[in-house]
């Protein structure tokens, strides 16, 4: 199948996406830490676009993008399918992953990292999109109740690793136990979940790196 | 397989989307049509998360966002597919559509709906992206050179179609023949193909229809 490589960041939960996919698919690969201060060459001629990791390098070709990585990971390798066989499911996956990156990370993000009314606007659409899925997963979609990982579980740990870290990182808190019982407890069933375990990077270091990326965020704003 | 119906709005881009794939699927379907500004139950019921059409409503079960229900559509019935075969290519296709729709199109509307500063800042990010996808046609990637039409054909209809009569609204040039020969060319040819003739909305209605728009945002934008 040729060789599989993977240009990541440690702290990236982009890059946690495809260490955990290509564990699921026992796939071995080369694994290559890049810093996003100062890109390698490799970075910037296999993804110009984005010029962003993660990228999955297979037998000399890049994909950029961890939601289309994870795709193709599905594609190539068949064994252990992380999106559900039946179409109508598959297109929940996609929805729902889509809706966590798009929709749900975002505002999450502003309202942690900045501050002042950009962060209080952002804290409001936040809780917005937070009751969505929190309602979501109160009918029971079955999407959020597998016992391996799936795709939406693969996506959803930067809701149950990140958020919890940046939330420590920046002194304020969000993502609740009492506000939002059921995304918590899902969080919990992903970190729990030994593919994610062994691939975590270690708390207290991500935890740091917050703090630093904050505090140059808000330093940065002041000066604007 | 059940009954099949699309909720879509006539000046959509999203929405041209789904009545290509549906032509090309060769399915039946009931269509109706959503007034925007007084959402009817049935979008606020079907997509409680976006609010938004186009939905894809199959034996009563919605789905939406454009591009998961090109992948669904796709999944669902398999003969003359969009997607290509090969996982290495399926994975193109889908990073070139989320590119169009994520990376290429924002700074597009912006650069032709607003003025001043906003839109200065914009056309230099749009003009970026428009290079990125003219080099990326001139490198031959084989994506862009298809016969019928593919998933970032269908997905590029908005390229084609909307940004010229976007431009015409604004009295704004920015996607122009001399600074972008290939991305033209391959916009020639996704509105030459019959499938796509056959649903484009009429020219000079959309027209008018972007003129009350930008005048609408203007006026806006003007008493903040």
New interface residues.
């Given amino acids: 199948m040729g060789e599989v490589k993977l240009l990541g960041f440690w702290a990236s939960p982009y890059s946690l996406r495809i260490k955990e996919a290509l564990k699921i698919k026992g796939v071995d690969y080369e694994y290559d830490e890049e810093d996003l201060w100062n890109k390698s060459q490799q970075v910037l001629n296999y993804n ?3 010029k962003k990791v993660p990228i999955l390098v ?1 037998a000399g ?1 890049p ?3 961890s ?3 994870l ?2 990971t599905d ?2 390798w068949k064994g252990n399918p992380m999106l559900p066989q039946d ?2 499911d ?3 996956a ?2 729902w992953a ?2 966590i990156d ?2 749900l990370m975002p505002p999450i993000l502003t309202a942690l990292m900045r501050s002042g009314e950009i962060a209080k606007r952002a804290r409001r659409k936040a809780e917005e999109q937070l009751n ?1 899925l929190e309602n979501e997963i109160k009918t029971g979609n079955k999407l959020f109740e597998g016992k391996g990982m799936g795709f939406v579980d693969i996506v959803g740990v930067v809701v149950a690793y990140w958020v919890p870290v940046i939330q420590q990182a920046a002194g304020k808190e969000l993502l609740v136990q009492k506000s939002y019982p059921r995304i918590c407890s899902w969080a919990n069933r992903l970190l729990t979940c030994n593919v994610t375990r062994e691939k975590l990077p270690p708390h207290d270091k991500l935890v740091s790196f917050y703090e630093d990326r904050i505090a140059a965020i808000l330093k940065k704003a002041s000066r604007l």
């Fill in positions: 110009p676009v984005h297979h070709k994909i950029a993008e939601l289309v990585i795709e193709y594609d190539r179409p109508y598959r297109a929940q996609r929805f889509k809706f798009d929709q969505l």
